[in-house]
Each structure stands twice: as structure tokens, then as C-alpha cells.
């Protein structure tokens, strides 16, 4: 009964005789295209017992089983079987799909969820029309993957914001990014270590403040940061959006960028959540000792202690701050009570549980330029779920989620403001030097 726990009662229908596996007819070929492709090992670990569904945002929405975890799985099977063929249909279950990985993190049989859709991803790719082709690879492939174009654009931005479509033109954020973080920041005291800074490629350009705030906070606590010029983004988009080979690439780069670090640190739990699984990207031994020296930057905080504020961010009263759940984080990486730890150490900080907290905001990458409908649905439910808790600010460590919150309070006519907790805990400092000071 692997799976539940002892003196769990199983739900009706969800135990399998020993050694069950779900196969199709025996004989017939698989259907997938050369490349990555979901694996039969992989494919055969869902006992379908579908203790999933309730907890999959696209099946709770629209109770297709179609637009279930177990749907999709029992698709790819299909077509591993030899029974389906890599079509329209089977493509539109998968693009559905947030890779949010709700289903991973409670399916008792553990299985690869995020993983087999990474691959079935790739499979889709041919059959896209040459025009979405071609977005997607002048996107992944030249954009993101080149600094100075990424920043090109951001710079480009408010001229090109008339012309924007009215739903990107909601989800970018205004204002310039300021500086960039040095290569190396000394730590105040002796250091502890050296801590490499994933910097992002959406975080560098649009929420800088939060990685300067990262550097800050990590000093202060006697870390020397490096931020190595020579990283490249971290591959989550290319990887999520059927372009594993190109994530690949971009993983190698990253693997020689944060050679010399004792630790590797990343601010975004989107990318946190794929740089940890470079060692399952690109196997061998170096990748996977790379990812063990991964951690998310309030895993880490949280982890090697760091020094109580003075005082708090707001003066001397309250502050009511939400947290958001980044899924990356939550599920794929499995963070909750970390973030929560470090910030209850401010003075005057108290956390609102945003109800519903663990439900995906319709973020997901590029799935809210993909499908707003679905996007926006969410959208729309986290922003009234935040709204409810009455707090000042929502702290949220991801920059895709933090532009679709943003948004969605924003259309609801919200004034809340959208941080990363890191700037909470850089402003806490701050407000207890500037008092010192003023001793
Ligand atoms: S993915 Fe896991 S929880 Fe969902 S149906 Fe398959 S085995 Fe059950
Ligand atoms: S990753 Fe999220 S949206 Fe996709 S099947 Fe799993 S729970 Fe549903």
C-alpha cells in the first residue's frame, strides 16, 4: 500500500494488487516523435487512483477529466501505447496544464508529474503553427537567452506600451530597475561563505530592487555574494514550454557560472525550482552535486540563521502582510513554513494565510499569455482570496506571480503593495540603522 500512511484508511478504489501497472495492448509501437519523449517508467508510476483531481486548478475549474493530472497522464499513456497519436487533441490537454505541480506534491505514488510533462511538451512542438514557432523561438530562444536583448526591450517598454496588448500592457510593470548588483559584495564581519546569486533574467530587468535587497541582506548576515556576469537565464521557461534541448544548453553555461560558490542562491522560486533539478536535466555526477548546493534564498535564511531586526518596516505599528505560496516553491520545492519563519522574526510583521493559499495564481510561466481565459479565471480568485485577508502587502517570491497579483489587485480596484519578503525583512534593517543613527 505504498503511498498512505499507517492507520491511513485508503480511499475506496485507490489500492492496486501488487504489482499493477496500467498497460495498453501488447504489440503495438509507441506513437511519440524522435526526442524527449514522457518514459514508460515514468508513465506506468500513476495508479490513476485520482486522489489528485481536487487539488489540480484546470480540473477544478472545469471538471473535464480531460484537464485532470490523471486525464493527461492516461493521454500520454495513450499514445505511448500506440493508441493515440501526438494530434490537436492531445496537444490542447497538454497546453491546458499549469505545470503548476499541485498533483506532484500529493499524489502518493510520487509520481513525475512536472517531469513527463516537461517531455510531452517537446512532443507538441511540430505541430504548431509556423507563426506561434517562430514567437516562442525568437522568445525562449533569442530574448531570454541574451541578456542585452532582454534589456533592450524592458528599455523599450514604455514607448512600445500603446502597442501592446491590453492583457501584457496590465502585466509589466512600470519604472526603471536602477542598478544592477555588483559582481562581489564584501559581507559586514567575518564571512561565513561564498553565496552565488541566480540574478534571473525577469527579475533582473523588472524587479531588481528585490535582488539588491537579497545582496544587502545576505552581507549583512556575513556572506561575500557573488552575482557571476557570466550566467545565463536559468532554462525554466524553455524547459516548461517544450524546448528541453535549449534548457539544456543554458543549464551547462549555469553549471560553469557557479563553479567557485559554496552555495548557489536564487531569489525566484520559478527558477529555484528548475536550477534545483539540473542534476535530473543533465544527469552525471557534477549536476547533481550542483543542485545539492542549491537552495531557495528563504530556504537558506531561514536555514543559517539570520540576525533580528531592531525595528520594524512600518514604524512602530502592525504591518498585516499576506503571503503568497509561489507553487515552485511550495510544490516543487516544498518551502512553507521557511519564508513564514524568517519574517515573523520582524518586529511588528504579522502573516495573513491567504484562504485557498496553495491554488495556483494562473501565473505559470508564459500560461498567462497563453491562456489568459483560464489565467484570468485564477487571476481573478487570488486577488479576491489576498484582498480578503485586509493585509497592507503581499510578499511574494516569485516575479511571475508577483506581476499577476499585482494585476489582479489592480483590476479589483486593490491598492495593496506586491514585495519580495527579502525586502520586508532589507527594510526592517534599514528602519533599525536609520534609528540607531538618529540616537
Ligand atoms: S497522478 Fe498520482 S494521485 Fe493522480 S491519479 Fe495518478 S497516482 Fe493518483
Ligand atoms: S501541474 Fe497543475 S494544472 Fe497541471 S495537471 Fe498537475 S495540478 Fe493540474
Known sequence: MAGFGEGVEPPLGAVMPEGTRFIGPVGLAANWRPGDAPSDDDLATCVACGLCLPHCPTYRLTGEESASPRGRIAAMRAVADGRANVDATFARFMDLCLECRACEDVCPSHVPFGRMMERARVQIEPLRTRRARFVRWLGLSVVLRRRWVLSLGRRLTPLARPFLRKRVRTLVPGGGPGRRVAR???????????????????????????????????????????APRHQVCCGALQAHNGRLSTARKLARRNLAAFRDADWVVVAAAGCGAHVKEYGDLLGGEEATAFSARVRDLMEFLDEQGVERPGHGPAGEGPIRVAYHDACHALRAQRIKEQPRAVLRLIPGVEIAEVPDGDRCCGAAGLYNVLEPDMSDRLMEQKAASIASTEATIVASANPGCTMQIAAGLRNAGRRLEVLHPVELLDRAYAAADARADDR
Open 184 to 226: 562581489t559584495t564584501e559581507p559586514e564581519g567575518p564571512a561565513k561563505g561564498t553565496v552565488a546569486l541566480v540574478t534571473g533574467c525577469v527579475q533582473d530587468q523588472w524587479y531588481r530592487p528585490a535582488n539588491r535587497a537579497t545582496v544587502r541582506v545576505l552581507a549583512r548576515n556575513g556572506w561575500r555574494v557573488i
